[in-house]
């Protein structure tokens, strides 16, 4: 490894660890998952922090996560963001259009089923003081798959960064063919509703959308990964 970047690693650990007020965050992630994740909320919410994180962050994991799929996903990490934490590092010129460098993109550590299931519940136990997450926002009534599915596509430009179907789909974003089992509803409404709120500074756009038409996007996200365990 290169000596600078080595250094580089190694401050913006120590700046991790600084922001982490080690005593409220449970042992288990503390030691392992604190190099790449946010525990608590980051005292420093620069554009730079965004573009230097090396995962997502999981402050709010509580808030956001379905335990089931936290303790499965744990053990077997399947790739939830096509080209990684942040695109634009992962991505050449292919023939036509971008595609995602495979090399460049570490898989995820994997843990035993204990592990799993103790780091599953530690994060069940971070929960988000602030209001991100509009608690009840989702109303749970159904959408027709069809007409999701234009919102998603089509008048909505969902697509352009997010596969409702594996392999089809932009690569900026988190997949949504899984999204239902991974993420709670309220999550999912209050990220489409005001992303910024969320993750400052990250390129989904916030758009003018009103609440019935976020039911619809959320239902039709929330059915999608319903649709997948049926293949
Ligand atoms: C070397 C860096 C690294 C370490 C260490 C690490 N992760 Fe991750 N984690 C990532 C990256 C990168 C992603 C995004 C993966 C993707 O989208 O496919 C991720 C994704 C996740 C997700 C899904 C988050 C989301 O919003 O989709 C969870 C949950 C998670 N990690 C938990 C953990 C836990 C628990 C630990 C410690 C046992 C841990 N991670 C250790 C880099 C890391
Ligand atoms: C310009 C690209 C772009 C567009 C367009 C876009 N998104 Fe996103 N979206 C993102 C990125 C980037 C993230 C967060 C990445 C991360 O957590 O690392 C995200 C996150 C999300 C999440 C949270 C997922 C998770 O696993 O944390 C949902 C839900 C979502 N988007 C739905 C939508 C919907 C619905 C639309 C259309 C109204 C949309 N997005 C349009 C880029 C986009």
Redesign the pocket.
């Known amino acids: 490894m290169k000596p600078y970047l080595f250094a580089a690693i190694g401050a913006s650990f120590f700046a991790t660890s600084l922001a982490v007020h080690a005593a409220d965050v449970p042992a288990v992630?503390q030691s392992?998952?604190a190099?790449?994740?946010a525990l608590t909320k980051p005292e420093s919410n620069s554009l730079d922090r965004l573009w230097e994180r090396?995962?997502?962050d999981?402050h709010y994991?509580g808030n956001?996560?379905n335990k089931e799929w936290?303790v499965e996903?744990?053990q077997d990490p399947a790739?939830?963001?096509p080209a990684?934490?942040f695109y634009r590092k992962h991505v050449k010129p292919g023939t036509k259009e971008d595609v995602v460098d495979e090399s460049s993109l570490?898989p995820?550590?994997k843990?035993a089923r204990k592990d799993a299931e103790a780091?599953a519940n530690a994060?069940m136990t971070l929960t988000d003081p602030d209001g991100l997450i509009e608690k009840g926002a989702f109303k749970d009534q159904k959408v027709a798959m069809s007409m999701g599915a234009m919102y998603f596509n089509k008048l909505r430009g969902c697509a352009a960064c997010h596969s409702a179907v594996p392999g089809k789909g932009g690569l900026s974003g988190?997949e949504m063919a899984t999204a239902g089992k991974?993420l709670q509803p309220d999550f999912i409404y209050s990220y489409i509703k005001d992303p910024q709120k969320i993750d400052k500074g990250v390129w989904m756009p916030k758009l003018d959308i009103s609440d019935a038409d976020l039911q619809k996007l959320t239902s039709y996200i929330v059915q999608l990964s319903a649709k997948e365990d049926k293949k």
Do not use: D
Request: charged content about 25%.
């Open positions: 992630l392992k998952c190099s790449c994740h090396k995962g997502p999981l994991a956001k996560f936290l996903w744990l790739k939830i963001r990684g934490e570490a995820h550590p843990l780091a994060l988190p991974r």
